[in-house]
Nanobody, 117 residues
Framework: QVHLVESGGGLVQPGGSLRLSCAAS????????MEWYRQAPGKERELVAG????????DYADSVKGRFTISRDNAKKTVYLQMNSLKPEDTAVYYC??????????WGQGTQVTVSS
C-alpha cells in the first residue's frame, strides 16, 4: 500500500526558510518521479517542483525558481523541498505526489506552510 507522509511545515516570517520532507513507502521509490504540489486557500492545486528517478532532472514552477530546491534520497525513500526566501504568497498546504505508480497518482496528507510576520 502506497503511503506518502509529509512533514516540516510551519509558520515562518517572510524571507525565512523551511525544509519539507516526504517519506514514502509501499512502492519502489527509486523507480519513480516525485513531485511537490501546493494549494492556497481559494486556489487550485498547482505543481511546484518535480524530480526524476535519480535526481538528474528537476523542474520548477516559475514562481519558485531560484528559491526552492527539490531533492531526494533514494536510500531513505524521501523527497525534500528546501524553501528559501519565503514570501506570503507561498502560504499553502504542500503535498507530495507520486504520479505513475499503478493505481495512482498517490498523494500525501499535506503539510501547512504559513509565511507571515
Amino acid at each position: 500500500q502506497v503511503h506518502l507522509v509529509e512533514s516540516g511545515g510551519g509558520l515562518v516570517q517572510p524571507g525565512g526558510s523551511l525544509r519539507l520532507s516526504c517519506a514514502a513507502s509501499g512502492f519502489t521509490f527509486s523507480s519513480y518521479t516525485m513531485e511537490w504540489y501546493r494549494q492556497a486557500p481559494g486556489k487550485e492545486r498547482e505543481l511546484v517542483a518535480g524530480i526524476s528517478m535519480y535526481g538528474g532532472r528537476t523542474d520548477y514552477a516559475d514562481s519558485v525558481k531560484g528559491r526552492f530546491t527539490i531533492s531526494r534520497d533514494n536510500a531513505k525513500k524521501t523527497v525534500y523541498l528546501q524553501m528559501n526566501s519565503l514570501k506570503p504568497e507561498d502560504t499553502a498546504v504542500y503535498y507530495c505526489r507520486v504520479p505513475a505508480v499503478r493505481g495512482g497518482p498517490y498523494w500525501g496528507q499535506g503539510t501547512q506552510v504559513t509565511v507571515s510576520s
